[in-house]
């Protein structure tokens, strides 16, 4: 079982970045696919990015595709979102999960219930 602890989010202006972290404990990160999800107030939740255990595959929503990159660091057991040039329709809360049975090869890594293991999320606000 892994664990999963977000950092990073806050509050910025449109336009401006935030790098948000993801540690995991308790396993080697390398067994899983990792994502970052969001759910803003009164929405559902979202697929943002997602990236293979060896970091040489990612796929993102297009939503935030040219402005998000995700990473990975599994020395480090971390797993990355850069998000720039931010919007306000970017505000959420913003989760990453793990799975070790997914692949990107399939259709279903973009979604929530795919995903065994959540961590409690950040919150990024982006103002006008």
């Known amino acids: 079982q892994v664990q999963l602890v977000e950092s990073g989010g806050g509050l910025v202006q449109a336009g401006g970045s935030l790098r948000l972290s993801c540690a995991a404990s308790g396993r080697t990160l390398s067994r899983y696919v990792m994502g970052w999800f969001r759910q803003a107030p009164g929405k559902e939740r979202e697929f943002v990015a997602a990236i293979n255990r060896s970091g040489s595959i990612t796929s993102y929503a297009d939503s935030v595709k040219g402005r998000f990159t995700i990473s990975r660091d599994n020395a480090k057991n971390t797993v990355y979102l850069q998000m720039n040039s931010l919007k306000p329709e970017d505000t959420a809360v913003y989760c990453c999960?793990?799975?070790?049975?997914?692949?990107?090869?399939?259709?279903?890594?973009?979604?929530?219930?795919?995903?065994?293991?959540w961590g409690q999320g950040t919150q990024v606000t982006v103002s006008s």
């Open positions: 999960a793990a799975d070790q049975f997914l692949s990107l090869s399939k259709s279903d890594y973009n979604r929530a219930r795919s995903y065994d293991y």
